[in-house]
C-alpha cells in the first residue's frame, strides 16, 4: 500500500503571527497551484506557442522552486536543465554560420523544454501541498480537456491519437494505491488498446498488471529486495513481455492488420523495432556526423535530409517519401523520439539530462518496486516514458514524462545530528516514508 502524506511548504507561523493570516495564504497557495496542474495538461498555447501552463509555471517559479531541495535531485536535474538550455543557445548560435534559424520555431523548441522539465518542480510543489494522488488527478484532468478541445492528431483512430493517455492517467489515478483496483483497470484499458490497435500501449499496461502483482508476492521475514536486483528483475519482464507481444503479434492473436504490418516490418528490417521506428537510423547517421547537435530553431539543410536517408536506406527502409520529406525534416528536425529531439536542440549536454531523468526514473521505480509501495499510475508513466526515449516525439511525451518524473522522485532523507557533530542522513529512514 502507497505511503500517502501531504506535507505543508508554508513555512510555520510564529508565535507573534497572525494563523488566520496563514492560513488564508496556505488556502490561495493550494488553489493556484491547482490551476497551474490543470493548465499543464490543456496545452492551451499563447502566441509562439508558449503554454498557458508555462507562462503560470513561471509566474509561481519563487513556490516551487523552495521545494525541490526537499526531493533528492531536484537541484541536480534544475542545473543540468539550466546548463542544456545554455549548450543548446550557444548551438543556436553556432548554426547561424550554416543553417537557417526559424524565430517561431526557436521560441518553440526553448518553451517546450522549459515547460517539460522545469514543470517537474510544480508537480512536486503539487506534491508538498496536495499529495500525489491529487496531484496526479488534477494532472489528469487537465490531459482530459486538451483531449477534448485538440481532438485526434493525424490519421489515427481517436483511442490511439487522443484519449488513450489522459483516460490511462485518469483512471489509474483514481485507483492510486488500490492495487486490486489498479490491476482491473489496467487489464481493461489495455484490451481497449488491442481493439484500437496500439500495440506499445497495451504491452505496458500488461507489464503494470504483472508489476503489480508481484508486489503482492508474500513476503519474506527479515528479508528485502535491493533496487538494483529489482530493476534486474523488472528490464527481465520487459524484454519477456517484448517477446511475448512480437509473438502474439506475429501470429495474429492481436488482430489481422497488426499481423501484416509486424511481419512486412520485420522482413524490411529485420526487426520490429527498426522496422516500426526507422527514424532511429536516421538519428544515428546524423549524430555520427554532428555529434555535438544542432541547436534550438535550426532548419535541416539538404545534406542533413540526404545524409539521415542513407541512414534509413542502410535497414532497406525506402526514405524517398512524403512522410520524411514534409514530417521529419520539412520543418525541422522531428526525429520521432525524445533522445533525438532532445539532441538536436541542446546536443550532448540535452543527452546528459537525459541520462539524469532515466537514473531519477529506474531508481525511484526500482526502490518503491522494492518496498512494495509501487503504484500502477507510477509504473505506467515510467514505463511509458522510458518507451518515449526511443520511440515518440519529444512534444507527444512531454507531458508523461514530467508527471512521470515528479511522481517518481523520491524524498531527500532527514537528516540527523551524530554525536561528533557532524550531519548524516537518519540510518532508520526508509523509502517507504519518503514517498507520497
Known amino acids: 500500500m502507497d505511503v500517502t502524506m501531504q506535507r505543508s511548504t508554508v513555512p ?45 509555471m513561471l509566474v509561481t517559479a519563487p513556490a516551487w ?20 538550455l545554455v549548450f543548446g543557445a550557444g548551438l543556436t548560435i553556432y548554426a547561424f554560420s550554416g543553417h537557417y534559424v526559424a524565430p517561431y520555431s526557436l521560441f518553440t523548441d526553448v518553451s517546450l523544454v522549459v515547460f517539460t522539465f522545469a514543470g517537474v518542480g510544480v508537480v512536486l510543489w503539487g506534491r508538498e501541498l496536495l499529495g500525489s494522488r491529487v496531484t496526479a488527478i488534477l494532472f489528469a484532468l487537465g490531459l482530459m480537456i486538451g483531449a477534448g478541445l485538440h481532438g485526434t492528431s493525424g490519421d489515427l483512430n481517436d483511442w490511439k491519437g487522443s484519449w488513450a493517455i489522459p483516460v490511462t ?23 481497449v488498446s488491442v481493439i484500437f490497435d496500439t500495440r506499445a500501449h497495451a504491452a505496458i499496461l500488461v507489464l503494470c498488471v504483472v508489476a503489480v502483482a508481484w508486489q503482492m508476492r508474500p513476503a519474506v521475514p527479515s528479508r528485502r529486495v535491493s533496487s538494483i536486483w529489482t530493476a534486474v528483475i523488472l528490464a527481465t519482464l520487459g524484454s519477456i513481455t517484448y517477446y511475448l507481444g512480437s509473438a502474439a503479434l506475429v501470429r495474429g492473436y492481436l488482430g489481422a492488420g497488426a499481423q ?23 538519428t544515428v547517421a546524423l549524430i555520427r556526423h554532428e555529434v555535438w547537435g544542432f541547436g534550438f530553431g535550426v532548419m535541416p539543410r539538404t545534406g542533413d535530409v540526404l545524409l539521415a536517408k542513407e541512414g534509413m536506406a542502410s535497414i532497406n527502409y525506402d526514405p524517398n ?32 539530462l537525459l541520462l539524469a ?40 511525451s512531454a507531458l508523461a514524462l514530467t508527471l512521470a518524473i515528479g511522481l517518481a522522485m523520491p524524498r531527500s532523507a532527514p537528516v540527523t545530528t551524530g554525536p561528533s557533530g557532524r550531519r548524516r542522513p537518519a540510518e532508520s529512514h526508509r523509502v517507504a516514508t519518503e514517498l507520497d
Open 321 to 352: 517519401n512524403g512522410y520524411v520529406d514534409r514530417y521529419m525534416f520539412g520543418a525541422g528536425f522531428e526525429l520521432h523520439s525524445v533522445v533525438g529531439d532532445v539532441w538536436v536542440r541542446m546536443g550532448v549536454v540535452g543527452l546528459l
Open 260 to 282: 501484416a504490418r509486424s511481419i512486412e516490418q520485420i522482413s524490411t528490417t529485420g526487426s520490429l523495432i527498426l522496422g516500426g521506428r526507422p527514424e532511429i537510423a536516421a
Open 169 to 191: 492517467v485518469l483512471v489509474l489515478s483514481l485507483t492510486y494505491g488500490r492495487r486490486w483496483s489498479s490491476m482491473i483497470a489496467a487489464a481493461a484499458l489495455a484490451a
Open 65 to 84: 522552486l523552495r521545494v525541490l531541495r526537499s526531493f533528492r535531485y531536484g537541484v541536480t536535474l534544475a542545473v543540468l536543465t539550466l546548463s542544456a
Open 357 to 396: 531523468v532515466l537514473v531519477v526514473l529506474v531508481k525511484g521505480l526500482a526502490a518503491r518496486l522494492a518496498d512494495r509501495t509501487a503504484t500502477g499510475l507510477v509504473l505506467f508513466l515510467v514505463f511509458w516514458s522510458c518507451w518515449n526515449f526511443f520511440f515518440s516525439p519529444f512534444l507527444s
Open 12 to 56: 510555520s507561523v510564529r508565535a507573534d503571527g497572525d494563523p488566520a493570516v496563514a492560513r488564508r495564504w496556505r488556502t490561495a497557495e493550494v488553489a493556484v497551484c491547482m490551476v497551474v496542474l490543470v493548465s499543464f495538461g490543456v496545452r492551451y498555447y499563447l502566441p509562439y506557442r508558449v503554454t498557458l501552463g508555462c507562462a503560470l
